[in-house]
């Protein structure tokens, strides 16, 4: 009877793998002696008893493994065990090669298509229908959220029942096998708009008059415009008195100021039934012709 030696540059615990080939008289082989670094990283030594996959021993198995294969052994520290895994030489190289084949093309998840409908920009008070988010993915997750929501590794939509009236974004985050992520995402904004060309002097200034106006939706009152006032007519600026700050207006051709004052502020209820006060600001002269306006 007698036991093989392996040596081992890392220290041992319940679990550790051991792959190597048994030599080629192994009719008498019943365990292993296993060197590792110590505590002390001075080499010591364990004697494992080999046994199959389900605990028989060797000396109660007939050919547990042949001459000069490859066998991959799982050792128990605890009960001075080690189970032998692999005894098919064959068999081992196969799946070593398949391992390395799988690591070699591995393919990261991908999230191919994020669709969500009636993402995009709108004017505030549009009331948005609740969308159906669907997506595809290159291959099955490990694991998927959308908006922090857990989701079945099989599914790729989900279907909301709310309208949407304020900013809203659908974020999809995908996990693969190996840890690696994906994220897509969509979004429905709401903005406020300003408004720009040019007003009958001393016309009403009302959500009508306004309405007649050139729109831009955006967040700030920072824009160029170029509009063509008559005989009778003044350039007109209109924006939101909240949030936009206070305007200054320039010539954009020479860079000179040019004249504007607050004309009114108003309710000033938009195309989607939106009401907010609104200011509104007009050139101190009239019938200026074609100016290129520079608000910031």
Same mark, same amino acid.
């Given at each position: 009877?007698?036991?093989?030696?392996?040596?081992?540059?890392?220290?041992?615990?319940?679990?550790?793998?051991?792959?190597?080939?048994?030599?080629?008289?192994?009719?008498?082989?019943?365990?292993?002696?296993?060197?590792?670094?110590?505590?002390?990283?001075?080499?010591?030594?364990?004697?494992?008893?080999?046994?199959?996959?389900?605990?028989?021993?060797?000396?109660?198995?007939?050919?547990?493994?042949?001459?000069?294969?490859?066998?991959?052994?799982?050792?128990?520290?605890?009960?001075?065990?080690?189970?032998?895994?692999?005894?098919?030489?064959?068999?081992?190289?196969?799946? /070593?090669?398949?391992?390395?084949?799988?690591?070699?093309?591995?393919?990261? +998840?991908?999230?191919?298509?994020?669709?969500?409908?009636?993402?995009?920009?709108?004017? +505030?008070?549009?009331?948005?229908?609740?969308?159906?988010?669907?997506?595809?993915?290159?291959?099955?997750?490990?694991?998927?959220?959308?908006?922090?929501?857990?989701?079945?590794?099989?599914? /790729?939509?989900?279907?909301?029942?709310?309208?949407?009236?304020?900013?809203?974004?659908?974020?999809?985050?995908?996990?693969?096998?190996?840890?690696?992520?994906?994220?897509?995402?969509?979004? +429905?904004?709401?903005? /406020?708009?300003?408004?720009?060309?040019?007003?009958?002097?001393?016309?009403?200034?009302?959500?009508?008059? +306004?309405?007649?106006?050139?729109?831009?939706?955006?967040?700030?009152?920072?824009?160029?415009?170029?509009?063509?006032?008559?005989?009778?007519?003044?350039?007109?600026?209109?924006?939101?008195?909240?949030?936009?700050?206070?305007?200054?207006?320039?010539?954009?051709?020479?860079? =000179?100021?040019?004249?504007?004052?607050?004309?009114?502020? =108003?309710?000033?209820?938009?195309?989607?039934?939106?009401?907010?006060?609104?200011?509104?600001?007009?050139?101190?002269?009239?019938?200026?012709?074609?100016?290129?306006?520079?608000?910031?």
């Amino acid at each position: 009877m007698a036991n093989i030696r392996v040596d081992l540059n890392t220290k041992i615990q319940d679990g550790t793998e051991i792959v190597f080939r048994s030599p080629v008289d192994c009719s008498a082989i019943t365990g292993l002696i296993v060197y590792y670094p110590g505590e002390d990283e001075n080499t010591t030594s364990k004697e494992f008893a080999l046994a199959d996959a389900h605990g028989n021993n060797v000396g109660d198995i007939d050919n547990l493994f042949a001459e000069n294969v490859v066998v991959k052994v799982i050792l128990d520290v605890t009960s001075g065990m080690a189970f032998v895994q692999n005894a098919d030489t064959n068999a081992y190289i196969e799946q /070593r090669f398949a391992d390395i084949e799988a690591e070699l093309f591995y393919v990261n +998840i991908d999230i191919t298509k994020f669709t969500c409908p009636g993402a995009g920009t709108y004017e +505030i008070g549009t009331v948005i229908d609740p969308p159906t988010v669907t997506w595809t993915l290159n291959k099955d997750p490990e694991s998927q959220t959308l908006n922090g929501e857990a989701l079945g590794v099989d599914v /790729r939509s989900k279907a909301y029942t709310d309208k949407v009236t304020t900013d809203k974004t659908y974020t999809l985050n995908v996990t693969g096998q190996k840890g690696e992520t994906d994220t897509a995402s969509a979004s +429905i904004k709401f903005l /406020r708009g300003v408004y720009y060309g040019v007003l009958e002097d001393g016309a009403a200034i009302d959500s009508a008059a +306004i309405l007649k106006l050139t729109r831009k939706l955006q967040g700030s009152r920072a824009i160029t415009f170029t509009a063509t006032a008559g005989a009778n007519q003044r350039h007109a600026f209109a924006m939101p008195s909240s949030g936009y700050g206070t305007p200054t207006f320039k010539d954009a051709e020479t860079g =000179f100021q040019a004249g504007f004052y607050k004309a009114s502020t =108003f309710q000033f209820t938009n195309a989607s039934g939106h009401m907010e006060s609104y200011d509104v600001w007009l050139s101190t002269n009239k019938a200026l012709g074609s100016m290129t306006v520079a608000v910031s």
